[in-house]
Antibody, heavy 121, light 110 residues
Framework: QLLLQESGSRLVKPSQTLSLTCAVS??????????WSWIRQPPGKGLEWIGY???????YYNPSLKSRVTISVDGSKNQFSLKLSSVTAADTAVYYC?????????????WGQGTLVTVSS | EIVLTQSPGTLSLSPGEEATLSCRAS???????LAWYQQKPGQAPRLLIH???RRATGIPDRFSGSGSGTDFTLTISSLEPEDFAVYYC???????????FGQGTKVEIK
């Protein structure tokens, strides 16, 4: 069974960089047919896709966040990471890592439990 | 960029009633790229429907998806107590390689 587990700083000061890591077990992030993604949800609000990468190394970001987002991969540890720079209170959210099925239909088939990151001084 | 608009924002129904949730896209969406999720408080979303009409593994048959083009619908035929939650549609835009979610529909107990 695939498991995704987020970890990282839960409290970030404004203007600093948010950093999270998603550890994947029960499956390889290097396998085809999937992309690996970050999604966030501000308290009481809806879901927002942040970005994703394919096993080929290609990365894609939400245009509204692109200038501040970097997703990187560590295949040797089977994990991937999110960095979001110049954060403000609007970046306070539950951050999920997730796996997208991309072979034919496109959908999220596995989610991490989510981690709340608060931006505050 | 394709925008998904879900309606209504909130649906107040009683157990046993039928729920009809709408997801309208600002541009054409391929059916294979349209999915529906259920989210309960404090939990990650759960996949219900993919490919606009295909139920995910383990999803009861009271959940059904339909539609094509720009108009998609999630129907819950007879609401069970555990179905009161927030529902999101999601699409993949292949020309931009981007994903978007609708803003959600909350199904609450009347």
């Amino acid at each position: 069974q695939l498991l995704l587990q987020e970890s990282g700083s839960r409290l970030v000061k404004p203007s600093q960089t948010l950093s999270l890591t998603c550890a994947v077990s029960g499956g390889s992030i290097s396998s085809g047919g999937y992309s690996w993604s970050w999604i966030r949800q501000p308290p009481g609000k809806g879901l927002e896709w942040i970005g994703y990468f394919y096993h080929t190394g290609s990365t894609y970001y939400n245009p509204s966040l692109k200038s501040r987002v970097t997703i990187s991969v560590d295949g040797s540890k089977n994990q991937f990471s999110l960095k979001l720079s110049s954060v403000t209170a609007a970046d306070t959210a539950v951050y999920y890592c997730a796996r997208f099925f991309t072979s034919a239909d496109r959908y999220v088939d596995s989610w991490g439990q989510g981690t709340l990151v608060t931006v505050s001084s | 960029e394709i925008v998904l608009t879900q309606s209504p924002g909130t649906l107040s129904l009683s157990p046993g009633e039928e729920a009809t949730l709408s997801c309208r896209a600002s541009q054409f969406v391929r059916s294979i790229y349209l999915a529906w999720y259920q989210q309960k408080p404090g939990q990650a979303p759960r996949l219900l429907i993919h490919g606009a009409s295909r139920r995910a593994t383990g999803i009861p048959d009271r959940f059904s998806g339909s539609g094509s083009g720009t108009d998609f619908t999630l129907t819950i035929s007879s609401l069970e107590p555990e179905d009161f939650a927030v529902y999101y549609c999601q699409q993949f835009e292949s020309s931009l390689s981007t994903w978007t979610f609708g803003q959600g529909t909350k199904v609450e107990i009347k």
